[in-house]
């Protein structure tokens, strides 16, 4: 496994984690329960961070040279994109 492929797979593990955490913290203060475990917490707020960082990086990025006529969210978006790999990954 190259450097590329294991980014991309951390990256993707930290969204998805972040995702099925804050459904399930969304779903319990919802319920009306005024607690939450601890350790569900303390995984929420990390990987809260990491995403968090993840975007402030892309959205940090200079603009591309090429993009006449777009408005400054899609270029952002496309500096988005611009982070994954070219390449599939495979060797």
Same mark, same amino acid.
């Given at each position: +496994?190259?450097? /590329?492929?294991? #980014?991309?797979? +951390?990256?993707?593990?930290?969204?998805?984690?972040?995702?099925?955490?804050?459904? &399930?913290?969304? &779903?319990?203060?919802? *319920?009306?329960?005024?607690?939450?475990?601890?350790?569900? =917490? &303390?995984?929420?707020?990390? =990987?809260?961070?990491?995403?968090?960082? #993840?975007?402030?990086?892309?959205?940090? =990025?200079?603009?591309?040279?090429?993009?006449?006529? /777009?408005? *400054?969210?899609? /270029?952002?978006?496309?500096?988005?994109?611009? +982070? +994954?790999?070219?390449?599939?990954?495979?060797?």
């Amino acid at each position: +496994m190259n450097n /590329q492929s294991l #980014i991309r797979l +951390m990256v993707e593990v930290c969204l998805i984690g972040f995702i099925f955490l804050s459904a &399930y913290v969304f &779903y319990t203060c919802w *319920k009306g329960e005024t607690r939450v475990n601890e350790p569900v =917490l &303390y995984l929420f707020n990390i =990987l809260s961070g990491l995403v968090g960082g #993840i975007f402030a990086f892309a959205f940090g =990025l200079p603009s591309p040279s090429s993009s006449e006529g /777009q408005d *400054k969210v899609a /270029q952002k978006v496309h500096n988005l994109s611009n +982070m +994954m790999t070219s390449g599939t990954g495979t060797k």
